[in-house]
């Protein structure tokens, strides 16, 4: 099943949203984030799709995900889109037709 990048925006300021409000909803979404999600969506999320959600820790002003680790050899074009600044919203099949994009990243 493929989700559209809107989807998944609708999806992940949904699950913003509730989580801000509902305690046992956190609770679901840090046992098993794919499970809640897909509750959440009212759909399943694209085969193959793996989430992983994490509280805000106080001690820290924000939470980076780091890329992939590149081989030695870089495509110039990968290079160029990573240099560019831009960010997609998953890597994950099913998602992002992008290749190379990263989850949300919050600050």
């Known amino acids: 099943m493929e989700w559209t990048k809107e989807e998944m925006e609708s999806l992940y300021a949904s699950?913003?949203?509730?989580?801000?409000?509902?305690?046992?909803?956190?609770?679901?979404?840090?046992a098993d984030a794919n499970k809640a999600l897909a509750?959440?969506?009212?759909?399943e999320?694209?085969?193959?799709?793996?989430i992983k959600v994490v509280e805000q820790d106080p001690a820290y002003t924000a939470t980076f995900v780091l890329p992939n680790l590149?081989?030695?050899?870089?495509?110039?074009?990968?290079?160029?889109?990573?240099?560019?600044?831009?960010?997609?919203?998953?890597?994950?099949?099913g998602i992002c037709s992008n290749k190379g994009c990263f989850a949300y990243a919050g600050l």
Do not use: N, W, Y
């Open 15 to 30: 699950m913003q949203k509730k989580a801000m409000t509902d305690e046992e909803f956190r609770k679901e979404i840090l």
């Open 45 to 50: 999320l694209p085969e193959g799709v793996k």
């Open 39 to 43: 509750k959440l969506a009212g759909k």
């Open 70 to 93: 590149l081989s030695e050899e870089v495509d110039m074009e990968d290079l160029d889109k990573a240099a560019g600044g831009g960010i997609c919203l998953m890597e994950a099949p």
